[in-house]
């Protein structure tokens, strides 16, 4: 009878436990130790919202499907070979994989392309920050002599019509006057690259299941946190966020390997190449470092080949600090843990019009 008791109890004990963690499966995934991890990492990141869309500007299918084709488009440019893709390919993680680009008849840029997923919610867009936003960055990037080589809008919108797009612009505007313009281009492109956000098992664990990191991955936050790498690699894209110097211990060329640039008339000085003020020299905008282990060479100069090595250098020129090979690859392993899924719209390429005969 007592054993019978016991033995009831006993269960009815294991019952409730068992409920509990079906009412918090947080209770059964995790200890407190990581409870508290997640906790820290709620103060310094966020995990990326459903939408990055602008205020006041709706992101219709018909305007991301435009914008779709035109960032596939590659008959705009001047030698009809390069378009947004060719340098943010969904074969390379919005990126291509090159350490510097190659824009219109082959020449080569003195940057490297960083991909192109998550961008809308960085502070500014390009290294130096010289473009406000997605949508200005798509509409200089047309014009601008390296990359597309038009050099007009009226060039551009002739092109756009001659190529078949008026109905489609027309669908995605059907309030404007005139619906192909360089502004809606812009518009249009802006659009779809407010969609291309890329959830990782990192915003997971930020919400909560802490079996979204692996042991090792957490291991690697909690370094990252400590060893200061957070200071500028924070908020909703790890990064992004501010510019800084590269290179706050030593000349970064002397860790990095990298080389004078013509178009800078000597080693990249970042920011100041657009504001021209010396106290902007050297100052980068801290690249997002969402999708990061997929999207090598690394810096703006592509001068870095592996990931473990540029945890190496930052640690080195931005903290003087010197990492063991155990905590540069947990360090990497948390980097991992940011690698989200391509956006499906993304990965399947569109089919452009043909040009009317
Ligand atoms: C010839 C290759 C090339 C083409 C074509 C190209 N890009 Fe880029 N893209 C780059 C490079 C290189 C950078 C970095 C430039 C810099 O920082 O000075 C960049 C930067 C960007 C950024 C900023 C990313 C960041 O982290 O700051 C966005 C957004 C972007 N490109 C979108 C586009 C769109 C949209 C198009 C088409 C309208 C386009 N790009 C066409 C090579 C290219
Ligand atoms: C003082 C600010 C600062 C600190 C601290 C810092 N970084 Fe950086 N990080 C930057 C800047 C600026 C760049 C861009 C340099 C460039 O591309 O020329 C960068 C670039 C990177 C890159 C290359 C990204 C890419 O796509 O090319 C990685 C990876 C990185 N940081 C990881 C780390 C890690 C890991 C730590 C800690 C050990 C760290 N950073 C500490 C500012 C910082």
Redesign the pocket.
Known sequence: MKKTQQLISGLSALALVAGAFLLFPSLALSDDADQALIAKANVLFKPLPASSALENTELTPLRVSLGKALFFETRVSSDGRIGCATCHNPAYHGADSLALTVGIHGKQLPR?A?TVFNTSLLISQH?GGNRATVEEQAYKAVLSPLAYGNTSNEQVETKLTQLGYMPLFKAAYPADAKPVSVENWSKAIGAFERTLLTPAPFDKFLKGDAQALSRPAKLGLEK?IN???A???NGVTV?GQSY???G?TQD?WLVTGSTPKDAFKGY?K?RFHDTKDEADAFM????Q?RN?AV?PP????GSVAT?PQ??RV??QL??G?Q?SDEDVSH?VSF?ESLTGDIPADFAKAPRLPVAPH
Do not use: E, R, S
């Open positions: 490297n960083p290294y990252f060893t200061g790498c200071g500028c690699h990064g800084q110097k590269f706050i970064y990249d970042g980068f905008k801290v690249p470092l990061v999207t690394y810096f703006h100069d990931l540029a945890v930052m640690a931005q903290l600090k990492l360090i980097l």
